[in-house]
């Protein structure tokens, strides 16, 4: 497994749906890209695919150390501009003030995770095994085209999670949904009232899985829209992770 690391200097300053930064990443020595108490952005070679990535990690973190990880799929394109916009904007204020370790992939080529992508899924957690002492499992969190293709990844990877987190996101297809009924973790949901296209199927997919016991949950976020404003801080996301690794 061939890694090349680049280390992203500072945090980029941008919100969670829109926005860019020209800051360059500057080559690292580690064999993973890690910025303790930051970002950072690097490569890491799966069955012969160079995908790129984000990490964030707490203060003080080193290779090898144990800490609870969210395995965090990106939104739209899932290219590196909106996976590093999604992590600084969401993720990291609260995930180095936690402790979190955020692990980030980007679509390799362009292909996304739930329309070919998923294929490498395994060989990155593999991946993540071997710098990080995972606490538990992974929690796996996705928003927008990040959620459908945390669905498509659980029901493939079923055994492989603590638990998921879309924001918003849902069982696309048939066998998503059937093979969901494999995958007996945690499922939180959260959706905008006004999001539509989401709102409906994310209800079906709730009234499907608590009518048969799963533990799963929805909140509708009145007169807010695909993106949820009300998230935008990590705060409650992460307030709903903390619950779940302790519940573990």
């Not at 303790?36 to 984000?54: F, K, R």
């Not at 659980?154 to 638990?163: A, I, K, N, T, V």
């Not at 989401?198 to 009234?207: G, K, L, R």
Request: with cysteine.
């Amino acid at each position: 497994m061939k890694l090349r690391a680049l280390l992203l200097a500072t945090a980029l300053g941008v919100s969670a749906c829109s926005g860019s930064s020209n800051d360059a990443p500057s080559a690292s020595d580690g064999p993973t890209a890690l910025n303790p108490g930051g970002m950072a952005a690097g490569t890491v070679e799966i069955d012969g695919t160079e995908i790129d990535y984000i990490t964030i990690v707490p203060e003080g973190f080193e290779a090898g150390d144990a800490a609870p990880v969210m395995f965090a799929l990106p939104a739209g394109r899932q290219d590196m501009e909106i996976t590093q916009q999604v992590a600084t904007g969401v993720y990291q204020s609260e995930a180095v003030r936690r402790g979190w370790v955020v692990v980030s992939p980007v679509a390799p080529n362009g292909t996304l995770y739930f329309d070919g992508s998923e294929v490498f899924i395994s060989g990155l957690l593999d991946w993540v095994d071997t710098w990080i002492g995972v606490e538990g499992k992974p929690h796996l969190v996705g928003v927008s085209n990040g959620g459908l293709s945390a669905f498509r990844v659980l029901g493939q990877q079923p055994d492989r999670f603590e638990s998921i987190l879309v924001f918003p996101g849902f069982p696309r297809t048939d066998a998503d949904r059937t093979n969901l009924e494999q995958a007996d973790v945690p499922i939180r949901m959260f959706v905008g009232e006004t999001d539509a296209g989401w709102v409906e199927p994310m209800q079906e997919t709730f009234d499907s899985l608590s009518a048969q016991g799963r533990d799963i949950t929805l909140d509708i976020f009145p007169g807010e829209g695909h993106r949820v404003v009300s998230l935008s801080d990590g705060v409650r996301i992460f307030d709903e992770l903390d619950e779940l690794r302790e519940s573990n």
